[in-house]
């Protein structure tokens, strides 16, 4: 496997960057994760975009142009020979010294990453829905590090994610610092209820499969609400589904011990899974 760092395409084995890197001495730094389907690079322009807002606010100079970065992104699926695949690019705050100080970094670091396809939770899941639960660690105020910059700092979801697995559970919902249902820790959530589709409008990533299901459902007059969530009307929904890029669109029909619904991954659920497959294999760059 074939590793574009900094401008080389390397062996896996070589892919290496400093240990002063800022990216990994404090997070500094942005990531995407997007997914290829049948040499169709599904939203590659969106994901680009976003990873450029993230570096834009957090004043890291991107190491290549938007439109070079969508070209050796491309070029390293064509290198690795992979027709659907994972891809994660990272961009860091570059090498530094043992301080905060960004302004003493040498310059930011492109890497692009490629696995073959994986899969995030097991194939039964996605047929019969999944049960989750609502974790004690709260998303991220706004204010203090915003839930749109997807930088290289997870921990917060990752503390969710450790509360989700100790519990047995493979995905967690986590609240905003108001209460209100944000998203999950690498999915954002939808419920469906009286023929509203509805998805939290703060709190949470914006996630660009969730602005996928948003377009579609408003396309096929779907009445659509972003809007303040709570866990009463999670329970109380006659559907919900996750949704992102790792996972796609996953069912959900169990949370906190309350069933969803009859149980059963629902009408709507399964018509954007069947809409998103078609989708997937359209939208995007083709190569
Ligand atoms: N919320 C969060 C916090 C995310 O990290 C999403 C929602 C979904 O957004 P997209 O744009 O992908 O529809 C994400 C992105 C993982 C993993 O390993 C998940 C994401 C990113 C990186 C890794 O679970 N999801």
């Known amino acids: 496997m074939k590793v574009y ?3 080389k395409f390397v062996e896996k084995q070589d892919a290496k960057i400093s240990v002063f890197d800022h990216g990994l001495l404090y997070g500094d730094g942005a990531f995407e994760g997007i997914r290829a389907y049948n040499s169709v690079v599904f939203k590659l322009k969106e994901h680009v975009d976003r990873l450029y807002e993230t570096i834009h606010t957090l004043m890291i100079e991107a190491p290549l142009t938007k439109k070079q970065m969508m070209e050796v992104i491309v070029d390293t699926l064509k290198k690795n020979k992979l027709k659907d695949a994972y891809i994660r690019v990272l961009i860091t705050r570059g090498e530094g010294d043992l301080g905060l100080d960004p302004k003493k970094c040498k310059g930011s670091a492109g890497i692009i990453i490629i696995t073959d396809k994986i899969t995030l939770y097991p194939k039964e899941l996605y047929e019969n829905g999944m049960e989750i639960i609502t974790v004690p660690t709260i998303r991220n105020n ?18 969710a994610k450790i509360e989700a697995s100790n519990s047995g559970y493979s995905e967690a919902i986590m609240l905003d610092h108001q209460g209100y249902v944000a998203e999950c820790t690498g999915d954002n959530i939808f419920i469906y209820k009286n023929g509203v589709l509805s998805t939290p409008s703060q709190g949470g990533l914006k996630g660009i499969t969730r602005d996928v299901v948003l377009k579609y459902a408003q396309k096929t007059k779907i009445k659509t609400n972003e809007c303040q969530i709570t866990r009463h009307e999670v329970y109380t929904s006659e559907e ?5 890029t790792a996972a796609e669109i996953i069912p959900v029909v169990k949370v906190d011990g ?3 619904g009859n149980g059963k991954p629902g009408a709507i659920t399964k018509k954007m899974l069947k809409m998103f497959k078609v989708a997937t294999k359209q939208d995007g760059v083709k190569y």
């Open 258 to 260: 309350r069933l969803i």
């Open 240 to 244: 919900c589904f996750l949704t992102g």
């Open 5 to 7: 760092v900094n401008g």
């Open 142 to 159: 706004p204010e203090a590090l915003n839930p749109q910059l997807k930088s290289l700092n997870y921990l917060n979801n990752i503390l």
